[in-house]
């Protein structure tokens, strides 16, 4: 029984990375279509259910897209996958959890710290008035009036390493965020930080960015993520946890 089962999924994997390889030779690019079912199977030498499972990976994978009744493509090749893994483990282990958190603050740091000179020289002033505005809206629905808030902060990191043109920083920023948001909630212990202080920690970023002054700008943001890490620390010494 074992060797089926090991025969199988050898197959399938041959399956998967078949198709990922004529998505490569014929550079295809999201959201152009994939042969049909039957053309798969004749170009890769597999059985429909072989093709099917594998597109079930890649689906999961966001590699391809399944459109019912219109037939499969090339994915948004998104980080969904990457947020659900992390996700999972965050709220799995009940060890690792504020680590997981923790570990998520820097990283999220991280790149904005790592790119701060060029975030601030790229900004243009509609971007910059942009940000204004979702600080203003922050400051308009409050924490706790519904997702408002928490769509505004995501909207500002997102749209503060737009200028960097880079997708991967982008959706990795983006899929972090995601996942601490997600998280964060289920810890017990954890609240986030309070609301005027992210208010006015996130304003203090903008105007760095729209005075020029990188040194300030780097500030603000340490000044931003300090007190979830502090919030981090002070969850994690109720729950008796070494820090």
């Not at 493509?73 to 659900?84: N, T």
């Not at 990188?214 to 008796?240: C, K, M, N, Q, W």
Request: aromatic content about 6%; glycine content about 10%.
């Amino acid at each position: 029984m074992s060797g089926t089962r090991s025969g199988r999924t050898l197959l399938r994997q041959e399956v998967v990375d078949g198709i990922k390889r004529y998505i490569l030779e014929e550079k295809l690019r999201p959201g152009d279509p994939l042969p049909t079912e039957p053309a798969l199977c004749e170009a890769l030498g597999a059985s429909r259910s072989s093709i099917r499972e594998a597109v079930k990976i890649l689906a999961a994978l966001d590699i391809v897209e399944v459109r019912h009744g219109h037939g499969t493509y090339v994915g948004r090749l998104s980080l969904s996958a990457l947020v659900e893994s992390l996700t999972f483990r965050g709220l799995l282990s009940p060890g690792d959890d504020f680590q997981v958190l923790a570990d998520l603050v820097d990283v999220r740091e991280l790149f904005e710290r790592g790119t701060a000179d060029r975030i601030v020289s790229l900004l243009e002033p509609e971007q910059l008035d942009g940000l204004d505005a979702l600080v203003a809206t922050m400051r308009e629905t409050g924490a706790g009036e519904g997702t408002g808030f928490v769509e505004a902060d995501r909207a500002f990191h997102a749209l503060l390493v737009a200028p960097l043109g880079n997708d991967l920083i982008g959706q990795l920023s983006m899929a972090f965020w995601d996942v601490y948001a997600i998280v964060a909630p289920h810890l017990d212990g954890f609240t986030h930080a309070d609301e005027t202080e992210t208010i006015t920690a996130h304003q203090n970023i903008v105007d760095a960015a729209r005075a020029g002054d990188i040194p300030g700008f780097i500030t603000s943001l340490g000044e931003h993520y300090a007190p979830v890490r502090r919030r981090i620390s002070e969850a994690r010494a109720r729950d008796g946890i070494e820090v």
